[in-house]
């Protein structure tokens, strides 16, 4: 079954840290920009970061430059978000989506016809 599993979310007060990862399952990751996205109540989704498969090349929304550092380990299957000095405007459910060789501002500016969704995991920031 061809899936992506997100977890490490949870609740964290304001200026704390969360690892999540974002395992795949059913196919390989290494051909694939991974990117994560989320979504408050509310509010449309947004892409947050977004990898490359081939050159490492990443993209991060100016919201959370210098704050979130996304990284990806191939022969885990897994892309990992670190997030740090999380502050409440952070609370979202946060996806991780595939696209097959795809292009890596792209995915996370425009995330339309992308191959493969995560359910999410709940980021709820706050004191």
């Known amino acids: 079954q061809v899936q992506l599993v997100e977890s490490g979310g949870g609740l964290v007060q304001p200026g704390g840290s969360l690892r999540l990862s974002c395992v795949a399952s059913?196919?390989?990751?290494?051909?694939?920009?991974i990117g994560w996205f989320r979504q408050a109540p509310g509010k449309e989704r947004e892409g947050i970061s977004c990898?490359?498969?081939?050159?490492?090349?990443?993209y991060y929304r100016d919201s959370v430059k210098g704050r979130f550092t996304i990284s990806r380990a191939n022969a885990l299957n897994t892309v990992y978000l670190q997030m740090n000095s999380l502050r409440p405007d952070d609370s979202a459910v946060y996806y991780c989506?595939?696209?097959?060789?795809?292009?890596?501002?792209?995915?996370?500016?425009?995330?339309?016809?992308?191959?493969?969704w995560g359910q999410g995991t709940l980021v709820t920031v706050s004191s």
């Open positions: 989506a595939a696209e097959y060789q795809g292009a890596v501002k792209p995915m996370c500016v425009h995330a339309t016809d992308l191959d493969y």
């Open positions: 059913g196919f390989h990751l290494d051909s694939y920009v």
């Open positions: 990898i490359s498969y081939s050159d490492g090349s990443t």
